[in-house]
């Protein structure tokens, strides 16, 4: 008994072949693969975004911290200069103390060498005054003609 039998498709369904099938899975395949690269370069330059940022952020951090450390070293180094600055100007009282006191000795003393050291010491003393107060006056006047620069002098 030899029978044939005939497989139908039914009417809602259309055959296809293999040769129809493949190259329409391979077009699926490639629409997702696209789409999934698409949405990991979207990611990638989300994350170098990131990273640039938190980059710059580090960056800008070190700068500030940077400016700082040389800003309390500028004001440090001007309290020092401030500091020498007091103690030579109380070594020029102490200095014009002692040539009023030799002044005033001046009279008493007896040899001629002796007055003549001791006016040459006085002399020496006024031009060192004299040199100091022109020193302080072209300071101002380079102060008043440059206000920012004057920031730390007294």
Not at 10 to 15: D, E, L, M
Not at 44 to 70: C, F, H, P, W, Y
């Amino acid at each position: 008994m030899n029978a044939l039998i005939f497989v139908t498709t039914p009417p809602s369904r259309k055959a296809t072949t293999t040769n129809t099938q493949i190259p329409v899975a391979q077009e699926k395949a490639d629409a997702a693969n696209d789409t999934a690269a698409a949405d990991a370069d979207d990611l990638n330059v989300s994350m170098n975004r990131g990273e640039r940022l938190k980059a710059i952020e580090q960056r800008i951090a070190k700068l500030k911290s940077d400016a700082d450390t040389k800003a309390a070293a500028a004001l440090s180094a001007a309290s020092e200069a401030q500091d020498v600055r007091d103690s030579l100007d109380a070594l020029r009282v102490q200095g014009e103390n002692r040539r009023a006191e030799m002044e005033g000795k001046q009279d008493q003393l007896q040899s001629d060498a002796a007055k003549q050291a001791v006016q040459t010491v006085l002399l020496q003393s006024k031009i060192d005054d004299a040199n100091r107060q022109y020193a302080q006056q072209q300071a101002d006047a380079a102060g008043s003609a440059n206000p920012g620069q004057s920031a730390f002098r007294k």
